[in-house]
């Protein structure tokens, strides 16, 4: 006999199954790693601990499903922390922190958004906060002449 108990266990098990795709976000490394494997696009997002402009976007952009989707879909997810001195990245000869990493992508006003290609060469970048419907045009945009280009 079905109770209304097995109507609540499917209804609940149902919306997780519904969850769209959310991709793990990686360190700077981890990040170029997955997506010379995968063949993906590298999004960095470059944040500081003190910038509420920075809460903001992953508060109310980076955590909407539909950005969740997209990102997940064609990106490999980064955090970089604009003000970390541990090293992150190895160029050449030179030892790089998450700090100089930043400014060497010319990240110095937060957030940044960062697209790199799986080598870590930038494509593009969304400087400052963006609500969700400018996020996901820069994001189609990007998605449009990466596909374009390759």
């Known amino acids: 006999m079905i109770t209304p108990r097995h109507h609540l266990a499917a209804f609940a098990l149902a919306c997780l199954l519904a969850t769209p795709a959310s991709a793990k976000w990686l360190t700077y490394p981890e990040g170029l790693a997955h997506a010379d494997s995968t063949g993906t696009l590298v999004l960095v997002e470059v944040y500081t601990d003190w910038c509420s402009y920075c809460k903001k976007l992953k508060r109310r952009v980076l955590s909407r499903d539909d950005i969740k989707s997209v990102i997940a ?78």
């Open 73 to 150: 879909k064609h990106f490999t997810p980064v955090k970089l922390d604009a003000e970390d001195d541990t090293p992150v990245a190895q160029m050449g000869d030179t030892t790089l922190t998450a700090r100089q990493l930043a400014r060497r992508y010319g990240a110095t006003t937060y957030p940044t958004v960062l697209i790199l290609s799986p080598k870590g060469q930038l494509l593009t970048k969304l400087v400052g906060y963006r609500p969700p419907k400018e996020f996901l045009d820069f994001l189609s945009s990007t998605i449009r002449v990466h596909i374009q280009d390759s």
